[in-house]
């Protein structure tokens, strides 16, 4: 059986006792659910940061792990808690800052950024126009829905670890990501 087979329970034990690289499939498996919660609560710009801490924040507290298989939903409940936190203190923060810290943090943001224009050709802006309609359309779902489907069709997760993830049965991922499409064709369609 290879690492990316066992099932997370195993994984969690190993990874307890001191196998590192078990802890390292665990967030192979579920980086990209980490990540998405995290966007839904901080937003794009700290998500990473946010998945990052929450990774951590879960690999020092292994060992205190009640059920180690339920690691998904707990994980989960790491993730949440940590971008909630984020988003409080962030928010403090930037009720600190001055208009024009603001806009000299734009000035620099721009100037740091790569200009690498490249010309698209008719297909190539065709596609990337069709994708960013998607994704605007995803984004525009609630998140019941907009979730499932970013993480099976965007992030390939197995069905059975959306549900573990985000603690909802199985069944009840395969209908939201059924009455997602659903709503998603119906939004596409009324913005042709």
């Not at 196998?19 to 998405?36: K, S, T």
């Not at 924040?57 to 998904?72: D, N, T, V, Y």
């Not at 962030?90 to 100037?111: F, S």
């Not at 069905?159 to 985000?166: D, E, H, P, V, Y």
């Amino acid at each position: 059986m290879t690492p990316l087979e066992l099932p997370d329970e195993l994984l969690v034990i190993e990874a307890i006792l001191g196998n590192l690289e078990a802890f390292e499939q665990l967030v192979v498996r579920y980086r990209p659910a980490v990540v998405r919660l995290a966007r839904t609560i901080v937003g794009s710009e700290y998500a990473e940061d946010v998945a990052q801490e929450s990774l951590l924040l879960a690999f020092k507290a292994l060992p205190s792990i009640e059920e180690p298989r339920k690691f998904a939903p707990w994980l989960s409940a790491i993730t949440r808690h940590r971008a909630l936190r984020f988003s409080k203190n962030e928010t403090a923060h930037a009720n600190k800052r001055v208009p024009l810290d603001d806009a000299l943090l734009e000035k620099i943001e721009a100037l740091a950024k790569p200009s690498a224009y490249k010309p698209l050709t008719d297909q190539a802006l065709a596609n990337k126009e069709r994708d960013e309609a998607m994704l605007k359309a995803v984004d525009s779902l609630p998140d019941d829905y907009a979730m499932p489907l970013k993480l099976h069709f965007l992030d390939d997760m197995p069905l059975k670890r959306i549900s573990a993830f985000t603690g909802v049965p199985l069944s009840t991922v395969k209908w939201r990501i059924h009455h997602g499409k659903k709503l998603l064709r119906a939004k596409l369609e009324n913005t042709n």
